[in-house]
């Protein structure tokens, strides 16, 4: 999302559903010192994970948690929350938010947590913010996501765009005509792109919540009867990690996810056992 001088915490400047208000266009010379291309190689993880396919409940709504940005400050708190509440959650992060020991421990300690917590791919630089131009430069941003895929040890192919709600499944590609160029590279090298079906928002002054949690709460119980959402039954739910940094909001959180755990249709996966993915081991 930013400069990798930045303290990441900086990223309440920018939030992933931002991504079309950047119409200014950057120079491809001044895209390119956001990273080497030449240096850097797509170089896949070793996959120490295996993830198990899930046979589906059709009497059942599944819920896909996910948390955007880190590792951050509130990172830790969701982390930590959705292991004591026995939730499965999914953290897309940032490789350059991974600056120091204790943050890259961070991004350990989650992919370490699975199957309970996934680790996916958020991309290197969250575009330092200027989406219109990444997306104008699909082998780079294209690059970007490779890095990160490297540098954090993501298990899985399966990316979240940062600033767009893109969709790339097996046979299957639903994007903008912006990220549509990067999701056919992403899906040719086999990624899975996940985008989302209901956000949780927040002040982009504060990075406080903007909803409360029963508000979040009736907002997917309507979009699951509506049908409203990228695949039926199961729907997948954007949040930030910083959000949840203070213990107030941190409880707002814990209060979410005790309302949807309250309705026993209601399943909790991680997003690798979202339909339709392309082969994950």
């Known amino acids: 999302m930013l400069h990798v001088i930045l303290f990441p915490f900086l990223s309440f400047l920018f939030g992933c559903n931002e991504g079309n208000k950047d119409k200014q ?5 001044q895209v390119n010192s956001v990273i080497k291309v030449d240096t850097i190689k797509k170089v896949d993880t070793i996959k120490a994970l295996v993830s198990t396919p899930l046979n589906y409940d059709t009497t059942k709504k599944y819920i896909y948690l996910t948390f955007d940005d880190g590792p951050q400050n509130g990172t830790d708190a969701c982390f930590e929350l959705c292991k004591k509440l026995g939730v499965k959650a999914t953290f897309f992060m940032v490789g350059r938010h991974a600056a120091t020991p204790h943050l890259k421990q961070i991004v350990k300690n989650i992919k370490n947590a699975y199957p309970q917590i996934l680790l996916a791919n958020h991309s290197s630089t969250h575009a330092n913010g200027k989406y219109h ?3 104008q430069h699909e082998q780079m941003a294209a690059e970007d ?11 899985f192919k399966i990316i979240r765009l940062p600033g767009n709600t893109s969709w790339v499944r097996e ?5 903008t005509s912006l990220t549509k160029p990067v999701c ?12 989302w079906d209901v956000e949780w928002n927040f002040n982009h002054k504060t990075a406080n919540p903007v909803e409360s949690p029963e508000k979040m709460a009736r907002v997917v119980a309507k979009t699951l009867e509506n049908n409203d959402m990228n695949v039926k ?5 954007l949040t930030h990690d910083r959000m949840f940094r203070n213990q107030n909001y941190t409880d707002s959180l814990a209060k979410f996810i005790t309302l949807l755990k309250d309705n026993k249709n ?14 994950l081991n």
């Open 184 to 195: 056919k590279i992403l899906d040719s090298v086999g990624y899975n792109i996940i985008g």
């Open 171 to 175: 046979g299957k590609l639903r994007a």
């Open 266 to 279: 209601y399943v909790f996966e991680t997003v690798d056992h979202y339909p339709g993915l392309k082969k």
């Open 145 to 155: 996501f490779y890095l990160a895929q490297k540098t954090l040890d993501v298990p």
């Open 25 to 29: 266009k950057t120079p491809a010379k």
């Open 133 to 135: 131009s990444f997306y």
């Open 233 to 237: 039954n199961h729907l997948v739910i």
